[in-house]
């Protein structure tokens, strides 16, 4: 069977609070808001990416560090303690444990953690 079109159409991260989640991420990364409502929020980054922002009954943030979690990892340019500063400031905070020193990881407002590098992937 040949491959039918697939593309990625977004990113959604569970939470217990989607409008404030999709506004900190619209904060931190810039772009439009695309809706928000009780149940779900969505936003698109500057680069295209969509993020929804949905809410789970019972939510339980992720722990960091652990196996098997998706996160972000952010372009912090030159300047990554600007970056990290940036990210504090729209409501992240660091987490506790950080595995290496190329990269920052931050947790944001829902406890799921994502990176911020000055290393960014070029294949």
Same mark, same amino acid.
């Not at 990625?8 to 904060?27: H, K, M, N, Q, T």
């Not at 928000?36 to 809410?55: D, F, M, P, Y």
């Given at each position: 069977?040949?491959?039918?079109?697939?593309?990625?159409?977004?990113?959604?991260?569970?939470?217990?609070?989607?409008?404030?989640?999709?506004?900190?991420?619209?904060?931190?990364?810039?772009?439009?808001?695309?809706?928000?409502?009780?149940?779900?929020?969505?936003?698109?980054?500057?680069?295209?990416?969509?993020?929804?922002?949905?809410?789970?009954?019972? #939510? %339980?943030?992720?722990?960091?560090?652990?196996?098997?979690?998706?996160?972000? +990892?952010?372009?912090?340019? $030159?300047? /990554? =303690?600007?970056?990290?500063? #940036? %990210?504090?400031?729209?409501?992240?905070?660091?987490?506790?444990?950080?595995? +290496?020193?190329?990269?920052? $990881?931050? /947790? =944001?407002?829902?406890?799921?953690?994502?990176?911020?590098?000055?290393?960014?992937?070029?294949?």
């Amino acid at each position: 069977m040949p491959r039918p079109y697939l593309d990625v159409a977004g990113i959604s991260i569970d939470c217990s609070g989607p409008r404030e989640l999709a506004r900190f991420y619209l904060a931190l990364v810039g772009g439009e808001l695309l809706w928000e409502n009780t149940s779900s929020s969505g936003i698109r980054t500057q680069s295209g990416l969509n993020i929804v922002a949905q809410k789970v009954a019972n #939510y %339980a943030p992720p722990v960091w560090p652990s196996a098997s979690i998706v996160h972000f +990892d952010l372009d912090a340019g $030159v300047s /990554l =303690d600007e970056s990290i500063a #940036y %990210a504090v400031e729209c409501g992240a905070t660091e987490a506790a444990e950080q595995p +290496d020193p190329r990269w920052r $990881v931050l /947790l =944001d407002p829902a406890g799921h953690p994502f990176c911020i590098t000055t290393e960014v992937y070029d294949g």
